[in-house]
């Protein structure tokens, strides 16, 4: 399993000329980086990726023209990367997107994280698939089995 919402999160230059090299394709815009990105995608396939994994976090509103002035900005080694897994900018929001259409078309499984991670209490109960306990409740005793369902929900990509 692939968890992409981490992979497009780590996207930079570097990264950008390995996909370009590994798939000997230039990379000038987000129709560019999309088809190295379906091409890595295949590449998982062949290696024996079954499912792929997403963070369960609000996307930023689709928007081309910020898409694109993110990934030029990427390419120029000139952005300030202000997003975060939890956080995707437009770029990494439609990166998102995009892996969930791939995953439909390609019949793959699409695994949703449930949103817990480090302590629970403090997360946005907005982007949590499991509703938060108050902090009321030892978090040393209920670690052990919240981490347990760290993906719990998994669902079938074209359902």
Known sequence: ???????????????IKELEARH????KDTYALKEVLRRELDQWEKDGVIALKISFVKLAEKNSAEENRILQKII??????????????????ALTRYYCELAGSKNLVMAVHA???????KLDPTNILISPMDGRHNSDVLWPILGAFTSICVVHATD
Do not use: H
């Open 76 to 93: 120029e080694d000139s952005y300030e990367v202000k997003s975060s897994v939890t956080d995707p900018d437009a770029l990494r929001s």
């Open 1 to 15: 399993m692939v968890w992409v919402s981490q992979y497009v999160q780590e996207l930079s230059r570097p990264k």
């Open 24 to 27: 000997n394709m230039a990379v």
């Open 115 to 121: 949103g817990v991670w480090d302590d629970f209490r």
